[in-house]
């Protein structure tokens, strides 16, 4: 056990402090609360931490203290674990803070914002193909989160009719919901709130580390409310096949008479694949899908704190859902599981929406493919790595899941020639992420090297790239992540390649986990460069030149 957690720090700092001195008058000690930063301040004024202080401070030193706290944040651009949007233009910014103090819920007193709210449903109902002759229904929702409990719940509600009307038991064995093990959290958050037992269909390095339709369908039977198809697993990007699904789901219905809905978490999915995938069909275009949610604030390009739920129609959102509200000046309709809510993000969503059009969202996540595509390569041609997520790989060449060989795309970057297919439908489809691990090779010559030592040594430097095992069945396998986002220049994904290359390269020379250690050890270290795959020391000059024309097409 580390000795830190032994230690009780803040008793060790007060036991530290100098003996208090004498203020002198009252005024004089109004005047020091003005003041941000002198040693009057940071020590005479001893705030509480974990209780309000008796006698507040002024605004500025408020203000001064939060603001350096928060510096030993990440930098939110260099956050590449997170599918969170965190960047917006200046004018959405505006936008947003002169709405800070609007209530979404108060649909009366604040009709403009509503109008906007239902603008914003039809525009991602008509994205999503909702059915012409139904009038598709949906919620903005704090995060996909909700938006998953909300999609749930309508299927159990659904469900619990059909078996009541055929005068089944409702409560034994009780209702059940399938998905996929790499399935995020909410989706099993919702299992357990709501009393829905959780079936994980286990994922393998043959299933793309995605559920299987024809696996997951053995776990379907009368009390099945529906099946989580999730657009765009977090571990590597992937997304499962919904036509797949539904074919599967239509095999069964025929042997059994079981009618199983699906419902799409497009958390990621739901605002990439239809500017980038057109005919990939995995929404509303498939007769099963009775729902489908996605995060507002990640492709959507949204302020954080936004999720959508459209649903096919009126028809599949039970009314037992919907609650009337008469005290806020008129009738209003709620299906939330929350209540009050800020309107801002749904104003963020509708200006990029006007600001970027159809062809802004397409040039966007075509940038951010091209961008990981670059990363997947570099790193596969570093020899150190291989790539579990597929985006760079070409369809004609098959979703090889893990490749201890350097691909050809890899191989292009060493001797110089770009790959000129720059059309993402070309590629396995999938999110702009970048899942690797230590190869076969390197794991084997090097079995003192901690993967994690990667993430800790990056994040030294700057960047957030988490380390993490695969889900249940793969769990020996760690992967590190990175997540392409639009705020991700082309020279920062240059700079990102180089980075890890010679993070690795120093860890496999001796350094220690530290970066600090590291830069040490290098200094003394008389070591040469690791050779790699290619017989050779590591010619990173080489391919710094040519992910350099990568960036540049970004």
């Given at each position: 056990m580390a000795l830190a957690q032994h230690v009780d720090a803040e008793k060790i700092i007060n036991e530290s402090r100098d003996h208090p001195v004498r203020k002198h008058t009252h005024d004089r000690k109004a005047t020091l609360y003005d003041i941000p930063y002198t040693s009057r301040y940071d020590v005479e004024i001893d705030l509480p931490r974990y209780s309000i202080p008796e006698t507040g401070v002024n605004a500025k030193v408020s203000y001064q203290l939060l603001h350096d706290e928060l510096l030993l944040d990440g930098n939110p651009n260099m956050n590449l674990a997170s599918f969170v949007n965190t960047w917006v233009p200046d004018e959405c910014n505006r936008l947003m803070y002169e709405n800070l103090n609007k209530n979404l819920v108060d649909q009366d007193e604040y009709p403009a914002a509503q109008a906007i709210?239902?603008?914003?449903?039809?525009?991602?109902?008509?994205?999503?193909?909702?059915?012409?002759?139904?009038?598709?229904?949906?919620?903005?929702?704090?995060?996909?989160?909700?938006?998953?409990?909300?999609?749930?719940?309508?299927?159990?509600?659904?469900?619990?009719?059909?078996?009541?009307?055929?005068?089944?038991?409702?409560?034994?064995?009780?209702?059940?919901?399938?998905?996929?093990?790499?399935?995020?959290?909410?989706?099993?958050?919702?299992?357990?709130?709501?009393?829905?037992?959780?079936?994980?269909?286990?994922?393998?390095?043959?299933?793309?580390?995605?559920?299987?339709?024809?696996?997951?369908?053995?776990?379907?039977?009368?009390?099945?409310?529906?099946?989580?198809?999730?657009?765009?697993?977090?571990?590597?990007?992937?997304?499962?096949?919904?036509?797949?699904?539904?074919?599967?789901?239509?095999?069964?219905?025929?042997?059994?008479?079981?009618?199983?809905?699906?419902?799409?978490?497009?958390?990621?999915?739901?605002?990439?694949?239809?500017?980038?995938?057109?005919?990939?069909?995995?929404?509303?275009?498939?007769?099963?899908?009775?729902?489908?949610?996605?995060?507002?604030?990640?492709?959507?390009?949204?302020?954080?704190?936004?999720?959508?739920?459209?649903?096919?129609?009126?028809?599949?959102?039970?009314?037992?859902?919907?609650?009337?509200?008469?005290?806020?000046?008129?009738?209003?309709?709620?299906?939330?599981?929350?209540?009050?809510?800020?309107?801002?993000?749904?104003?963020?969503?509708?200006?990029?929406?006007?600001?970027?059009?159809?062809?802004?969202?397409?040039r966007i996540n075509e940038n951010n493919l091209s961008k990981a595509r670059l990363i997947s390569r570099a790193l596969e041609a570093s020899g150190y790595f291989v790539c579990l997520s597929q985006i760079h790989r070409a369809k004609n060449q098959g979703a090889s899941n893990i490749s201890p060989v350097i691909t050809k795309a890899a191989s292009d970057i060493i001797h110089g020639h770009v790959p000129e297919i720059d059309d993402p439908t070309y590629y396995v489809e999938g999110l702009p992420v970048v899942s690797f691990r230590f190869s076969d090779e390197i794991k084997e010559k090097y079995p003192r090297v901690k993967q994690e030592w990667i993430q800790s040594q990056l994040r030294a430097i700057g960047w957030i790239v988490p380390n993490y095992p695969l889900p249940p069945a793969e769990e020996d396998t760690e992967i590190l992540r990175c997540v392409v986002r639009e705020s991700l220049s082309g020279d920062l994904a240059r700079k990102l390649i180089l980075d890890i290359i010679q993070v690795t390269e120093g860890l496999l020379n001796g350094a220690g986990p530290s970066y600090h250690m590291s830069v040490a050890n290098r200094r003394q270290s008389t070591t040469s460069p690791v050779d790699v795959k290619r017989g050779g020391t590591l010619d990173t000059q080489h391919i710094s030149e040519h992910t350099s024309t990568y960036a540049k097409t970004c």
């Open positions: 709210h239902e603008r914003c449903i039809s525009m991602i109902s008509h994205l999503w193909h909702a059915p012409k002759d139904a009038t598709a229904l949906g919620t903005a929702t704090t995060g996909s989160s909700e938006a998953i409990m909300l999609g749930g719940m309508a299927l159990k509600k659904r469900w619990q009719e059909k078996m009541k009307a055929a005068g089944k038991d409702i409560h034994n064995p009780g209702p059940n919901i399938v998905m996929g093990a790499e399935a995020q959290v909410a989706l099993e958050k919702f299992a357990r709130y709501f009393e829905v037992e959780a079936r994980l269909v286990p994922v393998h390095e043959k299933s793309g580390y995605v559920m299987d339709p024809k696996e997951a369908v053995k776990y379907c039977d009368e009390n099945t409310i529906g099946i989580f198809v999730i657009m765009g697993s977090t571990y590597t990007g992937t997304f499962e096949s919904v036509q797949g699904m539904s074919d599967e789901l239509d095999k069964y219905q025929e042997e059994t008479g079981i009618d199983i809905p699906i419902h799409v978490d497009a958390a990621s999915g739901g605002f990439v694949a239809p500017f980038v995938y057109p005919q990939l069909a995995w929404d509303f275009r498939i007769p099963r899908v009775n729902s489908i949610n996605a995060s507002g604030h990640k492709y959507g390009l949204a302020s954080v704190g936004l999720g959508w739920i459209i649903w096919r129609s009126a028809d599949y959102l039970p009314k037992e859902l919907i609650f009337e509200l008469h005290y806020l000046g008129q009738t209003d309709y709620s299906f939330n599981l929350n209540f009050s809510r800020p309107a801002f993000p749904v104003l963020s969503q509708m200006f990029h929406f006007l600001n970027l059009g159809f062809s802004g969202y397409k």
